[in-house]
């Protein structure tokens, strides 16, 4: 209950007195958590005419505040400041802008400044960028043997988010099977269907380094906040938080509360969870409570059914022989079905070729040679390990050995030149490293080859290695 008299004035009273003024009411009214989390960190930064004006940290703060606690804030005010008193806010920062500009604004003016009475109607910027993209849809989702129960309980689930058994809702398989593409058109689905409902689609790896951020910045509450105020959070790629116990103790938190709140949580990964070697077991027993589906490789018919639909779409005819030879050759991953035909789309357009059987030969020659895209940071650094000897864990720690140092340096190197991974995400693999070491291990190891000719041959036997267990 607000009790406190309204004999204050503006005039009188210090800024900092206001907002005293207006937590004592507050801290009577929440929850000591939820005074902690969203009224400590507010700010008073000056009083003119009547009018307040506090600092709050962020967008997600003053969504949040307008959302569940205008009008506490509103009563507060006018009893501490009297029935003229109005607010004028001003946001800081918030954790999703680039680190560079964050800490560039932190010591700065603030940057975001909307004068108006008390909270204004207009959200200072679009806060939730659910970066879904919207050519993964069910309609174009062909249905096989391999993805029947996943795509059956993904319709299930677009129909009502958090409301069915599948929650959360666990899809597991290897690479270029489909997984991106059915958890974010269920996302897509619900956007659809029930607009008004907050998504968030992201891959693991984005999620830890936004959370780095977060706790570089001191905001990692907020982090927390952020995705705790979801209706539906779509991780992809789990098994990239394997041995990144922070963050899957922060996802922890997150999760539970999503769960117990009936919000849907839909991930992927590359394994089932059982072997997600690594991963919080308190996790994976939560991984269990929903439903697990496995996509499998795409049966023949399925593989062409797949070939038919996309030559379709991308306006190629081709003929079945050739659509045959393709889904006979072509057999465990359906990115690679899709790149068969964007090569053969290529010499169609670029070259003015023929689709003959001779040119596919070719281009499915081609994919089985370049498979190593596949190659993965994780299976870089296990062959490397095991080649010079050493602890595969140890090059994740802190450990500064000289050969746990080489073992680490080279991980990266050849993470570097074998993936399309970005510099940060590398030094994330390594402990959580930045991405100045990975420059510097990188530097390093180009000197010693230039030194060093037997160095450089044990390079490409590790090289030779890993392209052999990745073809
Ligand atoms: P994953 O996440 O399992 O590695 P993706 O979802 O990225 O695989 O799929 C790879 C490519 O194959 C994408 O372009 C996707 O649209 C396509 N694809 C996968 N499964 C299907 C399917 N069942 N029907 C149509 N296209 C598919
Ligand atoms: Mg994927």
Not at 240 to 246: A, D, S
Not at 334 to 345: A, H, N, S
Not at 413 to 436: A, C, M, P, Q, V
Request: charged share 25%.
């Amino acid at each position: 209950m607000i009790t406190l008299d309204s004999s204050y004035s503006t005039q009188t009273l210090t800024p900092e007195r206001i907002w005293l003024n207006c937590l004592k009411i507050i801290k009577e009214n929440v929850s000591p958590m939820a005074y902690s989390t969203w009224f400590l960190p507010i700010k008073p930064v000056g009083c003119q005419n009547n009018i307040l004006m506090v600092e709050l940290p962020g967008n997600f703060h003053w969504e949040w505040i307008e959302e569940h606690y205008k009008s506490l804030i509103t009563k507060a005010l006018k009893s501490a400041a009297g029935d003229e008193a109005k607010l004028e806010y001003v946001v800081v920062n918030d954790f999703e802008q680039e680190p560079e500009k964050t800490k560039a604004h932190q010591s700065q003016q603030p940057v975001k400044k909307q004068e108006n009475s008390f909270f204004p109607q207009q959200k200072p910027v679009e806060k939730i960028k659910n970066s879904l993209n919207p050519k993964y849809t069910f309609d174009n989702f062909i249905k096989g043997e391999g993805n029947q129960l996943a795509r059956a309980a993904a319709g299930a689930i677009s129909e009502n988010p958090g409301g069915t058994a599948f929650n959360p809702f666990f899809v597991y398989g290897g690479v270029g099977l489909g997984k991106t593409h059915l958890i974010q058109a269920i996302g897509n689905e619900i956007l659809l269907k029930l607009p008004g409902k907050k998504i968030i689609y992201l891959s693991s790896d984005q999620f830890t380094v936004e959370f780095l951020d977060s706790i570089q910045n001191n905001k990692a509450n907020e982090f927390s906040a952020y995705y705790r105020a979801m209706d539906v959070l779509i991780l992809d790629d789990i098994q990239f938080l394997i041995h990144k116990e922070k963050t899957q103790e922060y996802f922890f938190n997150i999760f539970n509360t999503l769960h117990q709140s009936g919000k849907q949580i839909i991930l992927s990964s590359d394994k089932a969870p059982k072997d997600l070697k690594g991963m919080d077991e308190r996790l994976i027993s939560r991984f269990h409570w929903g439903l697990q589906a496995d996509i499998q490789p795409p049966d023949y018919e399925t593989r062409i059914a797949i070939l038919s639909k996309k030559a379709n779409d991308f306006g190629i005819a081709i003929s079945n022989e050739i659509l045959e030879y393709i889904a006979t050759n072509i057999t465990s991953n359906i990115r690679e079905l899709e790149g068969c035909l964007i090569k053969l789309l290529a010499n169609v357009s670029l070259n003015s070729k023929e689709i003959t059987l001779e040119l596919v030969k070719k281009s499915v020659r081609e994919i089985s040679t370049s498979k190593k895209i596949n190659i993965g940071i994780d299976i870089i650094t296990k062959i490397t390990c095991e080649f010079l000897s050493v602890e595969e864990n140890k090059v994740r720690d802190k450990t500064r050995k000289q050969e746990v140092v080489l073992a680490r340096q080279l991980s990266m190197y050849l993470s570097k030149e074998l993936t399309k991974s970005s510099l940060k995400t590398i030094g994330l693999h390594f402990g959580g490293r930045d991405h100045s070491t990975v420059i510097h291990a990188c530097s390093t190891i180009d000197l010693l080859l230039q030194k060093d000719k037997s160095f450089k041959e044990t390079l490409v036997s590790i090289k030779n290695k890993i392209e052999l267990a990745c073809s």
